[in-house]
């Protein structure tokens, strides 16, 4: 930068003058200034930046489905012995936990007397329950049905994302965390819950904080992490149906040991015994 003094007495059009023949003169050896451009200001990617999501998908769907195809489990349905009635599609919705009916209702709304609809008045009732009340024997078959409409697709795509998705990776970036610490987030809350149980998403979260702090509040991403996985491990060893806890130990733990923490293929993992892989 250049700097003009003013003596005394100059006016300001002398003191803009001279300003303009320095300027004149520099243009002449090439040296005059030109406006200097701030870098852009590139924001990290998250969870959300679809190339990342559809790796969130995959991994998810490794372990609820022993498959990297999670468009293919829009029709899955099953009664899996884990107290929460039938699970289905692709995210595991459950009859006994209010997400099912959430999802069935809001296909509904947008397209009245579907082949699901007449099941509302029995999700209502079995909420809370394992019970197949009102359901059996045709509702697996009219699910399945139902998930070859783009509009039924659609409503578990955007159920997913409100109860879900969008609140692990908003909680995610408010701590600081990069994209594992996002997914490690949103692995949570789809199988725990956000509700106030002990086991919920937010308890595991704050039993990690009594050891560790997320980097939004100045401590260090991998330690915490390790912390949130040790509480994660602990929620799911309170219930049998999810003890087995290898999509932690042989997946997540996986991707933090070797400091991957946007995430970044390849990616090799396992979850149950089964080995996958994104190239």
Not at 28 to 39: E, H, I, N
Not at 53 to 65: G, H, R
Not at 152 to 161: K, M, T
């Amino acid at each position: 930068m250049f700097g003009v003094s003013v003596e005394p007495g100059t006016t300001p059009h002398a003191s803009r003058r001279t300003v303009l023949a320095l300027t004149g003169a520099l243009a002449l050896t090439g040296l005059a200034a030109r406006p200097v451009l701030a870098a852009p200001r590139v924001a990290a990617v998250g969870l959300d930046d679809p190339a990342k999501k559809e790796i969130a998908m995959q991994l998810v769907s490794s372990a609820e489905n022993s498959s990297l195809d999670w468009k293919a489990q829009y029709k899955y349905i099953e009664d899996i012995g884990d107290g929460r009635g039938y699970t289905a599609g692709i995210i595991g919705f459950c009859s006994g936990t209010g997400d099912m009916l959430d999802l069935v209702q809001l296909y509904a709304d947008r397209k009245p007397g579907n082949v699901l609809a007449k099941y509302l008045p029995a999700l209502r009732r079995v909420n809370g329950s394992d019970s197949h009340s009102g359901l059996d024997p045709d509702f697996p078959r009219d699910w399945r049905t139902a998930a070859r409409d783009t509009a039924f697709q659609q409503a578990q795509n955007d159920e997913r994302d409100r109860v879900y998705f969008n609140p692990a990776v908003r909680q995610g970036k408010a701590d600081g965390l990069r994209v594992l610490g996002q997914f490690a987030y949103y692995d949570a809350i789809v199988m725990h819950g956000d509700g106030g149980d002990s086991t919920s998403f937010s308890s595991i979260r704050r039993r990690a904080l009594r050891t560790a702090k997320p980097p939004a509040q100045g401590g260090d991403e991998t330690r915490y992490l390790d912390a949130f996985l040790d509480a994660r491990v602990w929620a799911m060893k309170q219930e049998e149906a999810h003890s087995d806890t290898s999509r932690v130990d042989t997946e997540q733990r996986v991707f933090l040991r070797k400091g991957n923490l946007d995430l970044n293929p390849p990616l090799d993992w396992k979850v149950y015994g089964d080995s996958y892989h994104i190239g």
